[in-house]
């Protein structure tokens, strides 16, 4: 069993980085840009999309914890109540804590949250070569459109 709690300053300080790195990660893996060109980008979108950071409007944080009451991750979201939509920003799982169900376990509580919230669908943008790619297709997400790039520049 675990419990999606909101996330207090403290965690919230601890998850931001995670976010920025984790992005970073992901550009320069799949978008081929240099580390500090990308942890530059990184911070500067993450800092515009909350610039009220945790009390940022319309955006939600919350800390998965397990049955032992261990922070075993946290996920990001934005809800646009007008559409219905929930926009999953980000989801992490502690390394510890992978391949234990967790991540499904928190996305099956994000559904049941959103419902008292009266959301309809849920969205996230995941890079191809993400593992995390398996879980959302188990989990019954669908793919809606694709980004597709070639590079014509050898690097």
Do not use: C
């Not at 997400?141 to 520049?153: E, L």
């Amino acid at each position: 069993m675990i419990e999606l709690k909101h996330m207090t300053d403290q965690e919230y300080d601890e998850f931001f980085p995670i976010v920025v790195d984790s992005y970073t990660n992901e550009l320069v893996k799949n978008m081929k840009m240099d580390v500090e060109l990308a942890r530059t980008r990184s911070l500067d979108e993450t800092n515009k999309l909350l610039p009220d950071g945790l009390n940022t409007e319309n955006h939600y944080f919350y800390s998965i914890t397990n049955q032992n009451g261990m922070n075993v991750g946290g996920i990001w979201i934005q809800i646009t109540k007008k559409s219905k939509l929930a926009f999953i920003f980000f989801i992490h799982i502690k390394e510890s804590y992978r391949r234990q169900g967790y991540g499904k376990k928190a996305l099956a509580q994000l559904e049941n949250k959103l419902r008292d919230y009266a959301i309809n669908r849920i969205q996230l943008n995941v890079f191809e070569n993400n593992d995390a790619q398996k879980l959302y297709e188990k989990m019954d997400y669908k793919i809606v459109s694709h980004t597709m790039q070639k590079w014509i520049v050898s690097e």
